[in-house]
Nanobody
Framework: QVQLVESGGGLVQAGGSLRLSCAASGRTFSNYAMGWFRQAPGKEREFVSAISWSGGNIKYADRVRGRFTISRDIARNTVYLQMNSLKPEDTAVYYC??????????????????WGQGTQVTVSS
């Protein structure tokens, strides 16, 4: 069974930083793209960022580009999301995700169908 476990969420003031981690198990994740999504109260889940299996391809949503950085440690089967200059509108549950099949580059958001349990990020103004 594929398992994705997020950690690192919390409460932070606007302008602050957090680093989310996602530990993956259940298969050889080094072959797969990984991604982060988020869902704010009353809103649809949205794409945040994705990284290809090699780390050579990275994609960001416009809302977070320049503030968030995705990275992965293949040896630890872990993907990270460094979030800087946080804004109240970044408040959401953040989910780690992975596709069930191999994809080209970072794939597309619809490719991601394995999900973690989510970690809450709250940014106060």
């Amino acid at each position: 069974q594929v398992q994705l476990v997020e950690s690192g969420g919390g409460l932070v003031q606007a302008g602050g930083s957090l680093r989310l981690s996602c530990a993956a198990s259940g298969r050889t994740f080094s072959n797969y793209a990984m991604g982060w999504f988020r869902q704010a109260p009353g809103k649809e889940r949205e794409f945040v960022s994705a990284i290809s299996w090699s780390g050579g391809n990275i994609k960001y949503a416009d809302r977070v580009r320049g503030r968030f950085t995705i990275s992965r440690d293949i040896a630890r089967n872990t993907v990270y999301l460094q979030m800087n200059s946080l804004k109240p509108e970044d408040t959401a549950v953040y989910y780690c995700a992975a596709p069930s099949t191999l994809v080209v580059g970072t794939g597309s958001p619809s490719d991601f169908d394995h999900w973690g349990q989510g970690t809450q990020v709250t940014v106060s103004s």
